[in-house]
């Protein structure tokens, strides 16, 4: 053979082993200690300045050097996260999309990222809708979690798409971790909020080892605890189980989980409408 056979014989040789293995490496997971996906509740019963003093919660919980250092604390020191905001069903924005957070230079353009980009407000409250489409969003996403958590706010009970807790019990059997931040803060949330909404969100929103609920019921509360929230779900749990951040008053049954659904079908015969 010609040597400049042989050497276009051997480029192509090359190229075609970086066909079968470049794409093939580029598609192995990165392994990460947890996969964290924070649903954040846009709907229109929070006012803009709600939304506004929500991101801007999350923004100083991102910037604060405790969460790099909880994420350091894990076996790989690293997480996967991304942050996106839910209302009706349908109504799902991926803010920020999946992002390797390995010290605080990723973390600092994660905030910066999310800091950039407008809040909304979207009809209606679908909690089941946001806990399928952030199911969704762990497969593929290029991660491999020890854990994976889905963070989940809202002011308001599912009043839009499937029924909880059904929706729940079948993500918590595939391995994903559910914890909730309630939002109590404006008393019956413009008519579709109940008064014992921490209540709901642990009978019928949250589950999985370890899970937990928050309550926030003023808006000078709300940095403090979400920071809170992401270095319990982001730090090692214990070996044994620990307190939990939330301590039920009212058993599971007294609880009821369709309250949202009913509150908006009677809402919808009195004047039609969406709201909520």
């Known amino acids: 053979m010609a040597a400049g056979g042989?050497?276009?014989?051997?480029?192509?040789?090359?190229?075609?082993?970086g066909q079968l293995t470049g794409p093939a490496m580029a598609t192995e997971p990165v392994a990460v200690d947890v996969e964290l996906v924070l649903a954040v509740d846009i709907s229109m019963s929070m006012d803009e300045d709600e939304i506004g003093l929500q991101r801007r919660g999350y923004l100083e919980a991102f910037r604060s050097p405790d969460l790099i250092e909880a994420i350091r604390s894990n076996g790989l020191g690293r997480i996967a996260i991304t942050y996106m905001e839910w209302a009706g069903i349908g109504q799902i924005r991926f803010v920020v999309p999946w992002r390797l957070i390995d010290g605080p230079e990723a973390m600092a353009r994660f905030a910066d990222e999310l800091e950039r980009a407008q809040p909304g407000r979207i009809d209606r409250t679908s909690i089941s809708g946001a806990l399928v489409a952030a199911s969704e969003a762990f497969d593929a996403n290029g991660f491999e979690g020890r854990r994976r958590i889905i963070d989940i706010s809202g002011d308001g009970p599912n009043n839009d798409g499937e029924a909880l807790p059904a929706m729940r019990d079948r993500l918590v059997a595939n391995g994903i971790v559910i914890n909730g931040l309630a939002l109590m803060i404006k008393p019956g949330s413009q008519g579709f909020g109940i008064d014992n909404l921490d209540?709901?969100?642990?009978?019928?929103?949250?589950?999985g080892s370890g899970s937990f609920v928050l309550a926030v019921r003023d808006w000078r509360q709300f940095p403090r605890a979400l920071k809170l929230k992401l270095l319990q779900e982001i730090a090692d749990p214990p070996p044994e189980p620990g307190p939990r951040l939330h301590q039920a008053q009212y058993a599971d049954d007294e609880v009821d989980c369709e309250i949202g659904e009913k509150?908006?079908?009677?809402?919808?015969?009195?004047?039609?409408?969406?709201?909520?």
């Open 199 to 207: 209540e709901y969100y642990r009978a019928c929103v949250t589950g």
């Open 263 to 276: 509150i908006w079908r009677d809402f919808i015969d009195r004047f039609g409408g969406r709201r909520g």
């Open 6 to 17: 042989s050497i276009g014989f051997l480029a192509a040789a090359l190229a075609l082993t």
